[in-house]
């Protein structure tokens, strides 16, 4: 198994920024993929960003030149800058690791885009 423990959350302004963090149990070489999902209230859950071992990094549409997922190898901690905040990014953020062919995620971290 592997734990996930995600922080950073928090309210901030339209045009603002956070910075998300996810620390693993776990060296991130032995996960196969990591990423960030979120789900807004009434709304199923989608993704965000994820990073495969290797360095290939997919993005959704949505947040495409906004977002920037990042990982600290020595740390064991996988990032999500976000930028130029919309209300419509408000949602709990989630941490996902594929490992040994199971997802696991981690408790969430709410994010609020208001004024």
């Known amino acids: 198994q592997v734990q996930l423990v995600e922080s950073g959350g928090g309210l901030v302004q339209p045009g603002g920024s956070l910075r998300l963090s996810c620390a693993a149990s776990t060296t991130l070489f032995s996960i196969n993929l990591m990423g960030w999902y979120r789900q807004a209230p009434g709304k199923e859950r989608e993704l965000v960003a994820e990073m495969t071992t290797g360095g290939i990094i997919n993005y959704a549409d949505s947040v495409k030149g906004r977002f920037t997922i990042s990982r600290d190898n020595a740390k064991n901690t996988v990032y999500l800058q976000m930028n130029s905040l919309k209300p419509e990014d408000t949602a709990v953020y989630y941490c996902?690791?594929?490992?040994?062919?199971?997802?696991?995620w981690g408790q969430g971290t709410q994010v609020t885009v208001s004024s």
């Open positions: 996902n690791a594929l490992y040994i062919g199971s997802r696991y």
